[in-house]
């Protein structure tokens, strides 16, 4: 650890130590509430040393988001395009890749999550780019969605917008309930569960299209054992007028 007082700027540790603590003090106290006096106190360096990598607690903040772009979202996309395959061959392997780098890098990750939040109608040049980045994810899911439409797997009724964002969300809602709860949950069966969940979602739409078709007989049907019941019901109230008559004229 380089000591508070010295400035051993060649150490090419230095910047990846002043990201790390950057990324968890913006996670505690966020990126408004923290001062370049907190970075350079909880990796134990000067201020000169921290100016020496990064000309402002912004470009600190840009250098962030630009490593989960480049680490993460360009990765899988990268990955997955270049795959051959179904569907769900490939929304599998997707849901792997981010579920274990979330895993590897929950800081960075549930990170970017709460940064985005905090710069959310900012108009600054950080949110654009976070828009962008959350922009070229959706497009890919909704690439992955029109390729099971074509396919059939996914039914053609089926938004392939709205649908990734709903995807986008459900990861979003996991992994801050995994990072809540990480001493509770097993991060590998609770990853696979909501992956089943999701698929379940997509993939059994049609089926749920024919049971939307099938209930107009169950409807049609109804009104005729209404029919039923009510001329049950007719026919008993008879024949308890008649047993009160039979009982009243022997008692008279």
Request: glycine share 6%.
């Amino acid at each position: 650890m380089i000591k508070k007082g010295s400035d051993k700027r060649a150490n090419p540790k230095m910047k990846e130590n002043i990201l790390r603590q950057a990324i968890n003090l913006f996670l505690h106290k966020g990126y408004r509430g923290t001062t370049i006096e907190d970075i350079t106190d909880s990796v134990s360096i000067t201020k000169g040393a921290f100016y020496w990598h990064f000309k402002s607690k912004d470009q600190l903040l840009q250098t962030i988001i630009e490593h989960y772009d480049t680490s993460f979202v360009d990765e899988f996309i990268k990955i997955i395009d270049s795959l051959t395959g179904s569907f769900l061959t490939k929304y599998k392997h997707y849901h792997k890749y981010i579920t274990e780098f979330a895993l590897n890098n929950r800081e960075l990750c549930v990170g970017f999550m709460t940064l985005s939040a905090e710069l959310a109608g900012s108009g600054s040049e950080i949110e654009q780019k976070i828009n962008a980045i959350y922009l070229k994810h959706l497009i890919f899911l909704n690439n992955l969605i029109e390729l099971g439409k074509k396919e059939g797997s996914i039914s053609m009724e089926l938004d392939a917008d709205l649908t990734a964002h709903a995807i986008m969300a459900i990861n979003n809602g996991a992994l801050l309930e995994w990072y809540m709860h990480q001493n509770k949950i097993n991060g590998q069966l609770f990853a696979k569960t909501y992956r089943d969940l999701i698929l379940k979602g997509l993939l059994h739409r049609n089926l749920m299209k024919n049971e939307r078709k099938d209930s107009p007989k169950a409807t049609s049907s109804r009104p005729e054992v209404i029919r039923k019941s009510a001329s049950s019901r007719e026919v008993n109230g008879k024949k308890s007028d008649q047993m009160a008559r039979v009982k009243l004229k022997q008692h008279k």
